[in-house]
Each structure stands twice: as C-alpha cells, then as structure tokens.
C-alpha cells in the first residue's frame, strides 16, 4: 500500500510564506508524478500542479502559478508545495497525491495538510 | 480552460441506484476518473479510465461514457456510500481538472 504522509497543520499571517511537505517511501516514490490539490473550506477540490519526482520537472495550474513553487528531493523521497506571500483566502487544506500507473489520475493520497491565515 | 460540470446533489434510497453525471468538452478525447470523499477524509479513486475499477472497490461502483459526459453509477446503494463524488479529466494543454463535486445522500 503506498503512504503518502504530509507534514501538520500551520497557523501563518498574511505576507508569510510556507512550505508543505509529502513524504514517500524509496519504493513507491522513484519515478512517479506527484500532484498537489487544494480544498478551501466547505469547496471542492482543485488541481495546483504537479511534479516529476525523479528531476522536478513541474507543471502548473495557469490560475496557481507564480503564487506556488512544487519541487521534490528524490533522495529523501520527499515533494514540497511552497506558497507564497499567503494571504486569508490561502486558508484550506492542501493535499498531495500519486498519479496512478494507469492514467492520467491520482491512486493514492496523503492525509491533507490544514493551513489557516490570519492576522 | 476545461471544465467540468455536475451536480450539486443527488439523493436516492438505499438499495436503489444512483447516478452522477460529469459533463465536459474534454470529455470524449480524454479518460474521465471518479473520486469518493467522506468528511474529514482524503479523496478515494472510485474508478478510473472511464470505467475501470480499482482493487478494493465494491462491485456495485461503476463508470461509463457517452458524449461529452461520463457517468458514476452506484447499484444498491448502501448508507456507507453517502459522501461528495468528484471527477476529474485534463485537457490537451495538460491541466488536470476537476468537477465542481455532488453531494449524494441516502435516504
């Protein structure tokens, strides 16, 4: 079964920037594409980007992009999700997730990261 | 950019079927996936590749196509099934998507 486990729940003001974190494991990491999806409260779920794990090859959500930064550390299996300059409306919860083997869709998912931001 | 359209809900009685359509332009040229999430839960895949079911996923999950939308049925719904319903395609461009969610309810 692939893990996927995210780092906790950030508190942060406006202005500050973050780094969220998602961890595999060495066999389940390796030349896979990790995604990120963000969920505000009470919405739906929306595609930020997506990253090769094996050379941080990324690709970006038109309507995310130059707020975000996605990169992965194929050595330590990890793949980040920064974002920047947050503001209130960057209140939600972030998820990672694994493209599947079999298309363009995500198989597994990590527990989801809550950020709030507030002054 | 594409999108995708479904249902804020559907509701229906337990033992009967549901059904949760997904309309989109991007539709027919490429595979549509479906996404079960429970409050407080991270997203499932239910089904993937228009109708493909993954390991661990009961029976009565399904998927099909016609046109510009994509369907999710559920046969026999139990009450364990209530949750918000999500799919997702991507476009030519290489942006994934996904529908806005249906909220299904048991009865």
């Known amino acids: 079964e692939v893990q996927l486990v995210q780092s906790g729940a950030e508190v942060k003001k406006p202005g500050e920037s973050l780094k969220i974190s998602c961890l595999g494991s060495?066999?389940?990491?390796?030349?896979?594409?990790i995604g990120w999806v963000r969920q505000m409260p009470g919405g739906g779920l929306e595609w930020m980007g997506i990253?090769?794990?094996?050379?941080?090859?990324?690709r970006y959500n038109p309507s995310f992009e130059g707020h975000i930064t996605i990169s992965a550390d194929r050595s330590l299996s990890i793949a980040y999700l920064q974002l920047n300059s947050l503001k209130a409306s960057d209140t939600a919860t972030y998820y990672c997730?694994?493209?599947?083997?079999?298309?363009?869709?995500?198989?597994?998912w990590g527990q989801g990261t809550q950020v709030t931001v507030s002054s | 950019s594409s999108t995708l359209t479904q249902p804020p809900s559907v509701s229906v009685s337990a033992g009967q079927t549901a059904r949760i359509t997904c309309s989109g332009h991007?539709?027919?040229?490429?595979?549509a996936h479906w996404y079960q999430q429970k409050p407080g839960q991270a997203p499932v895949v239910v089904i993937y590749?228009?109708?493909e079911r993954p390991s661990g996923i009961p029976e009565r999950f399904s998927g099909s196509t016609s046109g510009t939308t994509v369907t999710l049925t559920i046969s026999g719904v139990q009450a364990e099934d209530e949750a918000d319903y999500y799919c997702?395609?991507?476009?030519?461009?290489?942006?994934?998507?996904f529908g806005g969610g249906t909220k299904l309810t048991v009865l």
């Open positions: 060495a066999d389940t990491f390796p030349k896979y594409w």
């Open positions: 590749k228009d109708n």
């Open positions: 990253v090769y794990t094996d050379d941080s090859d990324a």
């Open positions: 997702q395609s991507d476009d030519s461009s290489g942006s994934w998507m």
């Open positions: 997730a694994r493209r599947g083997d079999y298309g363009i869709y995500f198989d597994s």
């Open positions: 991007a539709v027919p040229n490429h595979y």
